[in-house]
């Protein structure tokens, strides 16, 4: 897990002016408005239950997320995503006992909040360059720039882009020197370029993000590789970027020859 965190207020901001955070916030505040009109009709074995059931939905619930905070391995996109994603297990499970009307009810917002948002990615650059197709491949045949270049090739509506998408900006601030560049191609604005670097993305986009190291213009190593669907992906964090591209050794070779 990244060891910045956005501060409370960035967060607060974040929630009212997202719709994606804020209609979770909405759904998830509305349980406490069914749950005290609830009371009112339910039967007292049913209360008690559902009591029951709340406090043991509740210690789970934050088990999950020690356990998650403990991993210290996924971004914190991809904490927030799963986070929400066990929250919305365990209300879906307590609607089951007061009412299954409620369950489905919750359902389709959940469905609804799918379909209709998508959770915001990471927006800074850190070190690295948003590029268009025509600048990516002028400034790997120009020459003149830097020796390597590291370029990811993500798409906004791909959620696997969006939970990585705090990893590539941080890791071009640790090593972004003269000899090794980052940038950033969008393939949901050009989505043509996917052919032209070998990126076959599929109808499950099973290669997005995509992260290709090139040395003088010639491709050298990327990420996933091209036989990805015969292993499954790992998550991708900083630590498997840096040590699948050597970007270790790219800096000590840079230092060193200083």
């Known amino acids: 897990m990244d060891k910045k965190r956005s501060n409370p207020m960035e967060w607060l901001n974040q929630m009212v002016g997202e719709p994606y955070y804020f209609f979770h916030f909405l759904s998830f505040f509305s349980y406490f408005i069914v749950r005290s009109s609830a009371s009112n009709v339910l039967s007292p074995q049913i209360t008690q239950l559902l009591f029951y059931r709340e406090i043991q939905a509740v210690l789970a619930f934050f088990m999950l997320i020690a356990y998650k905070q403990m991993a210290r391995e996924e971004t914190w996109e991809a904490f927030i995503a799963d986070t929400l994603f066990f929250g919305k297990i365990f209300l879906i499970a307590l609607t089951l006992i007061m009412d299954y009307h409620l369950t489905l009810w919750y359902l389709v917002v959940f469905s609804v909040i799918y379909v209709l948002t998508q959770q915001p990615p990471y927006e800074e650059l850190g070190s690295a360059s948003k590029l268009t197709p025509l600048q990516l491949e002028a400034l790997l045949t120009e020459g ?38 980052f940038g950033i191609v969008d393939l949901g604005l050009f989505p043509n370029a996917a052919e032209k670097f070998g990126i076959s993305p599929g109808g499950s986009m099973g290669q997005l993000p995509t992260y290709i190291l090139f ?44």
Request: charged share 25%; aromatic share 14%; net charge positive.
């Open 144 to 181: 003149n720039t830097s020796r390597f270049w590291l370029v990811e090739f993500r798409a906004s509506f791909s959620s696997s882009c969006r939970r990585a998408s705090r990893c590539f900006p941080e890791l071009s601030i640790t090593y972004s020197n003269k000899n090794l560049s």
């Open 215 to 258: 040395e003088n213009a010639i491709e050298v190593s990327r990420f996933p590789e091209f036989n990805f669907e015969a292993t499954p992906t790992p998550p991708i964090t900083k630590r498997l970027l840096a040590r699948h591209f050597e970007l270790d050794r790219h800096l000590l070779e840079y230092v060193n020859g200083k």
